[in-house]
């Protein structure tokens, strides 16, 4: 079969090429993908995995093989998952408990857009609690995890902030849920209750400032590549208030993926969650696409179609 992997001096780092077919385990699907997500992660790491490495987390596809423990549901079942990180491809062997039905009604870009991007989002707010009624801050608000945290946060009844790197980013984040939208450095915010981060460096110097006595902090990513660093009186004048860091891989060996990703799913078919797909690519010429995610050009999810 045919996978993308990693290749030195290739367009994004990428080629085309054959690859042993999966042999599922006792607990696994076998799974013939329609599309798969692209994250900001993933192209983080191509130039530094050696060449032949596979890549990829969020797919979506078509059951073809039934889990030989009779855990999953059966073939010719549609589903999304959660892959390990060998995704890009055109079959997959997914585990059962993490991947969920999807109904016909939800197209496979909106599917394959849900994974990481939501479990991320939605375990970031399960960490600071009840949301009805407080003010949430969501950095890095115009990419996908970004943008279905303003989307979750709004439903949960919270006040939503949005910082933005630019005025291009800023689209359709109202729409979304967000009452208020910044650029970064634009000057001082009213206090929030949560603040939801994945921009690391000055950013979360900026948000922590905003936090109130008794508040929550969630960082999830650290896109600056820069050194945390918090104002002197980062505890005494907001005391109370908790810091935690959500690395997504680990976070899901304690949770209930399966059921999660069910959740996704079902949010997203009442049109409660939009996966935010903002650019479509053909799998077999994915550089222009991985090009314009890098340059921050895509507001929201690049999905490919196999």
Not at 3 to 20: I, K, N, P, Q
Not at 85 to 99: C, I, M, N, P, Y
Request: net charge negative.
């Amino acid at each position: 079969m045919k996978a993308l992997v990693t290749a030195a001096g290739e367009d994004a780092g990428l080629r085309l090429d054959s690859v042993a077919e999966p042999v599922p385990l006792p607990g696994q699907a076998l799974v013939e993908v329609a599309a798969v997500a692209v994250n900001r992660g993933e192209l983080s790491v191509i130039g530094q995995l050696p060449p032949g490495s596979r890549l990829g987390w969020d797919v979506a596809g078509t059951v073809v093989a039934a889990a030989a423990d009779g855990s999953g549901p059966p073939a010719g079942t549609r589903v999304l998952g959660l892959a390990d990180r060998d995704g890009w491809a055109e079959r997959v062997a997914l585990d059962t408990g993490r991947l969920a039905v999807l109904p016909d009604s939800l197209e496979w870009a909106a599917a394959a857009a849900l994974p990481v991007a939501g479990l991320t989002a939605l375990y970031a707010l399960r960490r600071a609690g009840t949301l009805l009624g407080r003010t949430v801050l969501v950095t890095g608000a115009a990419g996908g995890v970004g943008r279905a945290a303003v989307q979750l946060a709004a439903q949960a009844g919270a006040r939503v902030i949005a910082w933005v790197g630019s005025p291009a980013r800023t689209e359709g984040l109202h729409l979304l849920g967000a009452d208020v939208i910044d650029l970064y450095g634009a000057g001082g915010t009213e206090p929030v209750d949560v603040l939801l981060d994945s921009c690391g460096g000055e950013v979360l110097t900026q948000g922590f400032q905003a936090v109130a006595p008794g508040g929550t902090v969630v960082c999830f990513g650290n896109t600056a590549r820069a050194e945390l660093r918090l104002p002197v009186d980062w505890g005494r004048a907001r005391p109370g208030v908790s810091l935690h860091y959500l690395f997504l891989f680990d976070e899901i060996t304690r949770r209930d993926v399966g059921r999660d990703l069910a959740t996704l799913v079902r949010l997203a078919d009442g049109q409660q969650l939009d996966p935010q797909v903002a650019l479509v690519a053909d799998w077999t010429d994915p550089a222009p696409a991985f090009a314009r995610l890098q340059d921050r050009q895509v507001n929201g999810k690049l999905v490919l179609a196999l």
